[in-house]
């Protein structure tokens, strides 16, 4: 017998999710581009909302109905079929609680979102690791790690920290290969940034099937990260289950009345998908003029690849990165130890990354 409580299996097994640095010993300015977080900031509408906020003594609306038929009027859909969260991050934790337990199974890439991981594992489920080929995900290796105990597959579409994404034909082909007990999670957190025609963020195949839900978040492009808010959509069997075991008041109602303000800003949503476009292609072709490979993005953020050797290596990149107040991230987590992945910043902030790397390649100094 234990001398003291003990976690139930699997729990130890988790390593903790440790954000990007957003710090640095001894620099004056800081430019923090380790968190994917808009240089645009939040909606001004978004603002005003919390501002104008009143009655904290009284408990938000547990469904969350306004902001639901908010984002169903955004997309065409049945707020009924909506769920909301503390960011997208507690709706993949709740969706994995809801399926899968001990001898149970959750798939999900290589270069995958860690939250996976770490939703399956306290759900006691057993994590089941997926190749990608060329930082993409692979469908038919997904596809081949299904057994009679897959309960959830997860597509982070496009992934984070690669920039990569799956074309919607072979997102069906995926769909289409899964039995039918298996929920397959799309997570779109960076749905709204993608240029691609053939790129479709879930919502068709979320509407035509029984086993498919999409998770979106507030965090990225509408800049509400610090106030915690995703929402996520599905069948009404899946979110009927999902919502017996959220909590009652998971969104609070400052979130809510600055999430709806936020969705409806169309005109700042554009800026920051115009600005984005912009610094995603032109960092692209300056940090590859430098010598350095970069995994073609669709989001608004890059992941550059280091050599392995002596002196040029992501670790002291980083380094040499951080002591001029530039804060990328460090992804060894991911499996990436040779990469960083810098979030496309403000004009000044994506400047001083090219200068930066510049003069780290050609052996220049620490600030």
Not at 145 to 164: E, R
Not at 291 to 312: A, D, W, Y
Request: hydrophobic share 40%; proline share 7%.
């Amino acid at each position: 017998m234990s001398v003291r409580p003990e976690p139930r299996p699997g729990v130890m097994q988790i390593e903790a999710y440790v954000p990007g640095k957003s710090a640095a010993a001894g620099v004056a300015k800081i430019h923090k581009l380790s968190s994917n977080e808009t240089p645009l900031g939040p909606s001004p509408k978004a603002m005003d909302a919390i501002r104008t906020f009143d009655h904290l003594e009284l408990y938000p609306d547990g469904a969350a109905t306004k902001l639901r038929e908010a984002v169903a009027a955004k997309y065409g859909l049945d707020p009924s079929r909506i769920v909301c969260g503390s960011g997208s991050d507690e709706l993949l934790s709740l969706i994995t609680n809801a399926y899968v337990g001990p001898g149970d199974e959750g798939v999900f890439t290589e270069h995958g979102f860690l939250v996976y991981r770490i939703a399956i594992l306290a759900a006691g489920g057993t994590p089941v690791v997926v190749k990608e080929k060329d930082y993409r995900a692979d469908v038919d290796a997904i596809l081949a790690s299904i057994t009679p105990k897959t309960k959830i597959v997860f597509l982070a579409n496009p992934n984070n920290p690669t920039g990569t994404y799956l074309p919607f034909d072979e997102v069906k082909r995926l769909h289409a290969g899964l039995p039918p007990h298996v929920v397959l999670v799309l997570d779109a957190a960076y749905a709204e940034y993608v240029r691609r025609n053939d790129y479709e963020s879930g919502l068709e195949l979320v509407a035509t099937s029984e086993n498919v839900v999409m998770t979106r978040t507030f965090s990225k492009i509408y800049g509400l990260a610090n106030l915690r808010l995703g929402w996520m959509v599905g069948p009404a069997h899946i979110i009927d289950a999902v919502n017996r075991i959220r909590g009652p008041f998971n969104v609070n109602g400052p979130a809510i009345a600055a999430g709806i303000a936020a969705i409806q800003d169309d005109a700042h949503v554009g800026k920051a998908i115009e600005h984005n476009e912009y610094w995603l292609a032109r960092l692209t072709r300056e940090i590859e003029a430098l010598g350095l490979k970069v995994t073609p993005s669709v989001g608004n953020f890059l992941l550059i690849h280091f050599p392995q050797e002596p002196g040029r290596t992501a670790k002291e990149a980083d380094a040499f990165l951080s002591s001029r107040g530039l804060i990328l991230r460090r992804i060894d987590a991911y499996g990436l130890p040779h990469a960083l992945r810098l979030t496309i910043g403000d004009e000044e902030a994506n400047g001083l990354v090219v200068a930066a790397l510049r003069d780290f390649l050609s052996g220049g100094k620490h600030a």
